[in-house]
T-cell receptor
Framework: AQKITQTQPGMFVQEKEAVTLDCTYD???????LFWYKQPSSGEMIFLIY??????QNATEGRYSLNFQKARKSANLVISASQLGDSAMYFC???????????????FGKGITLSVRP | KAGVTQTPRYLIKTRGQQVTLSCSPI?????VSWYQQTPGQGLQFLFE???????NKGNFPGRFSGRQFSNSRSEMNVSTLELGDSALYLC?????????????FGPGTRLTVL
């Protein structure tokens, strides 16, 4: 089963509007970390925002916020006031605790392409 | 503070050759992870090094190997290259390997195998 599911096809948003990118995850652990990254066409993976499983408040970083619904196992990224430079691929990722003597790793979803229209 | 650097940025090799990619983590970071990104398979974890020891490994053949030096710099090596090894190889560093630790990525090395 997929650990991180991002099922939206390419998303389009008008400049200056808000957009929500969906992410659901699957884990049996109580402690885990959720991350969102942005990957422009240049290829570099840019960290956007982090949410810990025990955090009671939704994370915010500038124009980015994370709508964390633990019971539903969802961690949607909200981008407010979209800009042309937000056009990129967006990845949701999860980090679970170490197991079987191995350190934890990031597991990524397949990503969502966001296009911002002027 | 300087970010994660990877060299080279682009590489063209032929089948059967071997290749070595280099990654310098953010100063003070001791964990370095490698990922392969392809259009078909997405982002896949290769391995993670912490304090010069491999601490986790993904499902890749033994042709893929890596190491970490005492200054935390890391290299990954792919021997006997195949066409399917063409990909973007991303390196990421973090302070530790904890679940709350953010991994910061480098710009990647784009490998093309002909």
């Amino acid at each position: 089963a997929q650990k991180i599911t991002q099922t939206q096809p390419g998303m389009f948003v008008q400049e200056k509007e808000a957009v929500t990118l969906d992410c659901t995850y699957d884990t049996s652990d109580q402690s885990y970390g959720l991350f969102w990254y942005k990957q422009p066409s240049s290829g570099e993976m840019i960290f956007l925002i982090y949410q810990g499983s025990y955090d009671e408040q939704n994370a915010t970083e500038g124009r980015y916020s994370l709508n964390f619904q633990k019971a539903r196992k969802s961690a949607n990224l909200v981008i407010s006031a979209s800009q042309l430079g937000d056009s990129a691929m967006y990845f949701c990722a999860m980090r679970e605790p170490p197991r079987n003597g191995a350190n934890s790793k990031l597991t990524f979803g397949k990503g969502i392409t966001l296009s911002v229209r002027p | 503070k300087a970010g994660v650097t990877q060299t080279p940025r682009y590489l063209i090799k032929t089948r059967g050759q071997q290749v070595t990619l280099s990654c310098s983590p953010i100063s003070g970071h001791r964990s370095v992870s490698w990922y392969q990104q392809t259009p078909g398979q997405g982002l896949q974890f290769l391995f993670e090094y912490f304090s010069e020891t491999q601490r986790n490994k993904g499902n890749f053949p033994g042709r893929f190997s890596g190491r970490q030096f005492s200054n935390s710099r890391s290299e990954m090596n792919v021997s006997t290259l195949e066409l399917g090894d063409s990909a973007l190889y991303l390196c990421a560093s973090s302070w530790t390997s904890g679940t709350t630790d953010t991994q910061y990525f480098g710009p990647g090395t784009r490998l093309t195998v002909l």
